[in-house]
């Protein structure tokens, strides 16, 4: 009876909503916190009411995430514990343990395909391979407030990462277009959950198009669509066929390392002008593309001219091995005709010393 003392300052289990106030006694405690790690954040009960889950926590609804739903109970572990529910690679399937339980979010009236949509993307295939540069759901949707620090919206947070897009994006005519008709930016076109790397079809205007939706034939928009593909089109086969000849010519032994370290150059461009795509200018997409075709028009010539060397080259052998075929069958011949006199002589020797015996 006196271990479990109220008096003595025992608590018994939380009662769910108490939780995060639980936790916090310690963990929003400066002082307390910084004696045993001086960089620990104290911040996570005040973010945490910031966010859906605490505030439905505050109204009583006990279906949401509080901190033991996230970081287990009794078995609480460092963040940087790979077996830690909120280790980077962990954190998905501790969201879907709720976001993907259709009958757990019965009544909220959201999807509950987030983390089926999200395991498709490029964000979860980059992160399933160590790269821990690549986002998950916390990493969007912020460990503890309603979006990461430093981001207003959640619908903003691709540009943390992806910077030059966002910039050239924000410099585009989208960009006050979109705000204008409530339209999310990023996520207009590439989606929130089941990001996919996009391909050269996304612009222009066949059935992958990302610009048909709002673009007609005839706008400026379909227009620009159609010259951006054909340049990048353009860019990207020239760089094939220069890439295809100078491989032939160096597996035939000829030094082509020059011109491939410029084709790289070229390639450089494609990649730019794919970034560049989110000007939504075809003029500023066609520059980048114009230099690319350039050195990759040098590097095929490069490549032809080694190709023509190595002919020359083969030719110029040929015609050698065949002279050197004639000295040796000359050489034969001479030999075979100095050996065949030479046993003649040896029997005439053979017959002399006969007679004189
Ligand atoms: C929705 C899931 C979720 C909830 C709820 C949650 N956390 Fe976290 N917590 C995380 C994630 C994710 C991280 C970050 C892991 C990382 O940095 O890789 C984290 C990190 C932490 C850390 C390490 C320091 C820091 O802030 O990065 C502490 C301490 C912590 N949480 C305590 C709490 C407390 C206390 C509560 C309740 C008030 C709580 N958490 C609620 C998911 C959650
Ligand atoms: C009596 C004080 C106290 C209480 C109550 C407490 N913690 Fe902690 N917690 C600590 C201390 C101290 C550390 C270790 C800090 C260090 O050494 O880095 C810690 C560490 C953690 C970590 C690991 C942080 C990291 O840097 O990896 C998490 C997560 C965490 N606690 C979550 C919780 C949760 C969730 C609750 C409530 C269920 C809770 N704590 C209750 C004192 C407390
Ligand atoms: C214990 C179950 C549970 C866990 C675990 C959980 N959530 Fe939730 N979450 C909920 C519930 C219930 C809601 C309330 C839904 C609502 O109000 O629309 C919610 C709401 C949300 C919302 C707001 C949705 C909206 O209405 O716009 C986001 C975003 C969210 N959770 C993200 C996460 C992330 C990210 C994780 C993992 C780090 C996580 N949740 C873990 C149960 C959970
Ligand atoms: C690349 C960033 C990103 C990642 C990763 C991400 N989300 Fe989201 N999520 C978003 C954006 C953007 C929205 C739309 C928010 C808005 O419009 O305000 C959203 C919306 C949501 C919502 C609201 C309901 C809905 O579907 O629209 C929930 C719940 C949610 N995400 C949970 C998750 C969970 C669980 C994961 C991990 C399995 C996850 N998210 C991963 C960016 C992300
Ligand atoms: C925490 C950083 C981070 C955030 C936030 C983030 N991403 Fe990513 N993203 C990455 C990484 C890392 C990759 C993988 C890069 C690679 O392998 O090319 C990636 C890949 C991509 C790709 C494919 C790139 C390619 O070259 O094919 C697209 C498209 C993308 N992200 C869009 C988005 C959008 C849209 C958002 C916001 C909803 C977003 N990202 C949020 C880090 C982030
Ligand atoms: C109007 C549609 C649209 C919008 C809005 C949009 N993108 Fe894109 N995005 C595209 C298209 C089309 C491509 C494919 C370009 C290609 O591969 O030729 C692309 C490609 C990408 C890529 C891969 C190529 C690269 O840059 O490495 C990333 C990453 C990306 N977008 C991120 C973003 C981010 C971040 C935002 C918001 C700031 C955004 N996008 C807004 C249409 C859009
Ligand atoms: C969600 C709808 C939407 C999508 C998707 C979209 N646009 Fe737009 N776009 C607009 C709106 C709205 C404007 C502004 C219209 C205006 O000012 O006349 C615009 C303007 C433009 C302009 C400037 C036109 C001018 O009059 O100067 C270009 C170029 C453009 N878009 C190209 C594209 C391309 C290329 C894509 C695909 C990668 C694309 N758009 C996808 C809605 C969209």
Known sequence: MNAMSHAKGFRGAPKKNQIPEFCARCHADATYMHRFNPQMRVDQLSEYLTSVHGKRLKQGDTRVAACVDCHGVHNILAVSDTRAPVYPTNVASTCARCHADAAHMKGFNIPTDQFALYEKSVHAQTLAGGDTSAPTCSTCHGNHGATPPGVGSVANVCGTCHVMNEQLFDKSPHQAAFAKMGLPGCVQCHSNHEIVRPTDAWVG?????ACTTCHTPGDKGYGAAQAM????????????????VLNVAERAGMEVSGPKVELAGAQEDLVKAR????TFDAAAVRKLTDSGVEIAAKSYQAGVAALRERDYRRKGLGLALIAIVLAISGLYLKIRQMESGDSIGHRGDVERKAREV
Do not use: F, N, W
Not at 205 to 209: A, L
């Open 275 to 278: 970034v560049d795509v989110h």
């Open 229 to 244: 593909l054909a340049d990048l089109t353009h860019l990207d086969s020239s760089l094939t066929r220069a890439a295809e």
């Open 205 to 209: 205007t066949g059935p992958q198009s």
